[in-house]
């Protein structure tokens, strides 16, 4: 679903005709940049294991 999102912001700000388009794209892009890094964080930290002492 986050793909198709990236997938149109960035066919919105490649065939954009005014700003208002390219805007659109960019908030298209925003928003699934943000719920694929929420994702991925979330992802990382279910896989951690907490029988390893922390390092850092």
Request: with cysteine.
């Amino acid at each position: 679903m986050v793909a198709i999102q990236n997938i149109n912001g960035w066919l919105a700000i490649s065939f954009a005709n005014d700003s208002s388009l390219l805007y659109m794209g960019r908030l298209l892009q925003g928003f699934g940049v943000c719920v694929i890094s929420y994702m991925v964080c979330n992802k990382v930290s279910s896989l951690h294991d907490y029988s390893v002492p922390r390092m850092f």
